[in-house]
């Protein structure tokens, strides 16, 4: 089954220890993205990459890191967290050549509360 | 900069009401639209898309049409049921990334 992939799915942290979420995805789609989602507010994109080494800031980056070292996996790093990084997060992906280029394919999410 | 405006909710219905949910758009170009529904505890799920003025996209027993001249991109449902009760997203897709309204939930009581 095609599919993205989080993990954990729900986290409850403290202020400064340092956390990573997973995501990864089966489709061999080059892009990959994070979003946080806020009441309110919609989605807001963190970080994005076009494929592997390639990265680049999204409306929201700062206190967040990214990484691209395999074409299916694109882990949010958080290396210091803070009370205003508590929000439901998403991974999304999508194929960068062909048809239906522009769809995004949503993870199942990643409630996390930083205490 | 490039904008989405939903309506706000919640929108409560009873059971085989009609639905609509507005949505209208900032964005120079011509940018995909996209509906997404969250169901409650899961993630996004595309529910229909549109590419083009005057495409209309349909899924589900809803439609949007997208609207140039209005900028505009409603939901509409000629009879909901129970189980469509969600958060629905409105986004349109513009270089790297989906630009999404603010969400609008629907309740829909038996």
């Known amino acids: 089954e095609a599919q993205v992939t989080q993990n954990p799915r729900y986290l409850i942290t403290v202020t400064g220890k340092k956390l990573t979420v997973t995501c990864s995805q089966n489709m061999n789609h080059e892009y990959m993205s994070w979003y946080r989602q806020d009441p309110g507010l919609g989605l807001r994109q963190i970080y994005y990459?076009?494929?592997?080494?390639?990265?680049d800031k999204g409306d929201v980056p700062e206190g967040y890191k990214v990484s691209r070292k395999e074409k299916r996996n694109f882990p949010l790093i958080l290396e210091s967290p803070s009370p205003n990084q508590t929000s439901l997060y998403f991974c999304?992906?999508?194929?960068?050549?062909?048809?239906?280029?522009?769809?995004?394919?949503f993870g199942p999410g990643t409630r996390l509360t930083v205490l | 900069g490039d904008s989405v405006t939903q309506m706000e909710g919640p929108v409560t219905l009873s059971e085989e009401a009609f639905l609509t949910i507005n949505c209208t758009y900032t964005?120079?170009?011509?940018?995909?639209l996209f509906w997404y529904v969250q169901y409650p505890g899961e993630g996004l799920q595309l529910l229909l898309k549109a590419t083009k003025a005057d495409d209309k996209g349909s899924n589900k027993g809803f439609e949007a049409t997208y609207r140039k001249e209005t900028t505009s991109f409603h939901l509409e449902k000629g009879s909901v049921q129970v189980s469509d009760s969600a958060v629905y997203f409105c986004?349109?897709?513009?270089?790297?990334?989906?630009?999404f309204g603010a969400g609008t939930r629907l309740a829909v009581h038996p």
């Open positions: 986004a349109l897709s513009r270089y790297n990334k989906l630009i």
């Open positions: 999304a992906s999508r194929r960068s050549g062909g048809a239906d280029t522009d769809t995004q394919y």
């Open positions: 990459s076009m494929n592997v080494e390639v990265t």
């Open positions: 964005a120079t170009g011509y940018p995909s």
